[in-house]
């Protein structure tokens, strides 16, 4: 049976770190700051934005929520975004995505100064991952990172397959685990003979975005299994890509859904909007 790893415990952890520096760095007058934009009334983005503020108050942050309406312009948001990167105390901006229709989240996201840009999807941080050299990096990967570390599983060599190539999960998962010394097989829509590759996989990561995906016979006897997948089942339950009780009985380590990946992306998030704080006070490098 595999080992569950338990991203509440895990995140848990990461969070108590937050809040231990940041309480130091309040001793010399510093406050973390996290602005959150939200536009609209998508129920889902609505939660994640509440769990975030949840976060900020439970590690001791600042933070300043801007719940704006769906007719908000491009015009109107690139000034408050303009505003966030020139207030001293806003370390760390996000808008949540997705965005209503009409408004335009890539040159949003440019928008943002690099150095508060807290969610890792600028240029500029997206270049910065590629050479190794980041300050943040995107929270849902980094997440993975963590929990697989704290599982004891070794990157090293391994062949580890990520399935899905978005901007803000697969490639930049695929480049986190290249650095740490993986042999790396990125899939997607296209790829052929899909279930092979899985089945050759110690470190299996799926984020594709489909409930039931990734099956037992998908996975390599012993291997580690990431679900990163965020769907609704036929009841409406949340559930991950990976069929859970058959990947359970073959892999070595697993992610449940919920209670895996989840939670460490907000925790991942508080870890960037610490760092951010740092640097913007001349700490860290
Ligand atoms: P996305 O942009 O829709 O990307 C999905 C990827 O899956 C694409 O690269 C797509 O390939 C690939 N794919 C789709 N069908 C496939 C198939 N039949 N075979 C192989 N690959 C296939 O989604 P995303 O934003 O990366 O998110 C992926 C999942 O992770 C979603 O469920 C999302 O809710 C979840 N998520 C969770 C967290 C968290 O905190 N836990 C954070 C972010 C996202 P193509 O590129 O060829 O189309």
Do not use: W
Not at 28 to 44: H, N, R, S
Not at 147 to 155: C, D, H, K, Q, Y
Not at 259 to 275: E, S
């Amino acid at each position: 049976m595999a080992k569950i790893i338990d991203g509440k415990a895990v995140s848990a952890e990461v969070k108590a770190f937050v809040a231990k520096e940041t309480a130091q760095l309040k001793e010399q007058g510093i406050v973390p700051g996290l602005a959150v934009v939200i536009v609209g009334d998508d129920p889902a983005s609505r939660v994640y934005v509440n769990n975030k503020k949840k976060a900020c108050q439970e590690v001791g942050f600042y933070s300043e929520e801007y719940a704006l309406p769906k007719e908000t312009s491009q015009e109107e948001l690139l000034a408050l975004i303009d505003r966030l990167n020139k207030e001293a105390k806003i370390n760390g901006i996000l808008v949540q995505s997705p965005l209503p229709k009409g408004l335009d989240e890539a040159a949003l996201v440019e928008a943002i100064d690099p150095h508060k840009d807290v969610d890792a999807f600028h240029a500029y941080n997206v270049g910065r991952i590629m050479q190794g050299k980041f300050s943040f990096l995107p929270c849902t990967p980094a997440g993975v990172m963590e929990l697989l570390r704290s599982a004891g599983v070794e990157v090293g060599g391994k062949h580890c397959v990520v399935i899905g190539r978005s901007n803000i999960v697969g490639k930049p998962m695929a480049m986190l685990l290249l650095h740490q010394n993986g042999t790396v097989t990125i899939c997607h829509s296209k790829t052929q003979n899909l279930p092979e590759i899985c089945r050759s996989a110690d470190i299996l990561v799926s984020a594709v975005g489909r409930a039931g995906f990734v099956t037992g016979s998908m996975i390599k006897p012993g291997a580690a299994v990431i679900d990163v997948g965020m769907n609704r089942n036929e009841n409406g339950e949340l559930c991950g890509d990976v069929v859970f009780e058959e990947a359970e009985r073959v892999a070595g380590y697993l992610t449940p859904v919920p209670g895996g990946v989840g939670p460490m992306t907000i925790a991942m998030l508080m870890k960037n909007t610490l760092t951010a704080a740092k640097l913007q006070n001349g700490i860290g490098s």
